[in-house]
T-cell receptor, first 113, second 116 residues
């Protein structure tokens, strides 16, 4: 079945460092891909998405490019801030999963000042 | 425009008691999803409801768990005869259309159930 694999956390970085959180997927069709963010004590909120190969989603300085050849959707940010500390979830939606959202386990990001 | 409202935020129950978790979706949203999140784990889909109908309950345990979304009032996730393994955060999310069409779900802040 469809699945999403994220790099394990926690990821600890200093402020202004470059961030990459890896996400790879397996899917039977042509999925749409998403990144959600969960700040401490809050629910999840959509950060960005891409619906077809080579699309780039971007929001709040974060970017992710849909790479069909490597089945990846890595999240990047050029210069992180303490306020970016959160848990980041990669997810997909695909015909093979009956269009349910399939979630990765989440990656906790800790930014130190 | 209020977001998705869940209550209670925290609930403590003893083994064998019942837990009722409520979710009021965003105004205009008729699609509701319930997820469970265990500590240090990702979200696990439980059930998808659309007003008065259960559309997909493939993630719901067959026993003790039930969900409803009546015509009037909030969606309710009910857990009967709770056990320690039910301790988790339960998130409700809503969408104006099937979330799979857009991928965008609007989440509540969650209800954290602790079973003693």
């Amino acid at each position: 079945g469809d699945s999403v694999t994220q790099m394990e956390g926690p990821v600890t970085l200093s402020e202004e460092a470059f961030l990459t959180i890896n996400c790879t997927y397996t899917a039977t069709g042509y999925p749409s891909l998403f990144w959600y963010v969960q700040y401490p004590g809050e629910g999840l909120q959509l950060l960005l998405k891409a619906t077809k190969a080579d699309d780039k989603g971007s929001n709040k300085g974060f970017e992710a490019t849909y790479r069909k050849e490597t089945t990846s959707f890595h999240l990047e940010k050029g210069s992180v801030q303490v306020s970016d500390s959160a848990v980041y979830f990669c997810a997909l939606s695909d015909r093979g999963s009956n269009y349910q959202l399939i979630w990765g386990a989440g990656t906790k990001l800790i930014i130190k000042p | 425009n209020a977001g998705v409202m869940q209550n209670p935020r925290h609930l403590v129950r003893r083994r064998g008691q019942e837990a009722r978790l409520r979710c009021s979706p965003m105004k205009g949203h008729s699609h509701v999803y319930w997820y469970r999140q265990l500590p240090e784990e990702g979200l696990k889909f439980m059930v998808y409801l659309q007003k008065e109908n259960i559309i997909d309950e493939s993630g719901m345990p067959k026993e003790r768990f039930s969900a409803e979304f009546p015509k009037e009032g909030p969606s309710i996730l009910r857990i009967q005869q709770v056990v320690r393994g039910d301790s988790a955060a339960y998130f409700c999310a809503s969408s104006p259309v099937r979330a799979e069409n857009t991928g965008e779900l609007f989440f509540g802040e969650g209800s954290r159930l602790t079973v003693l």
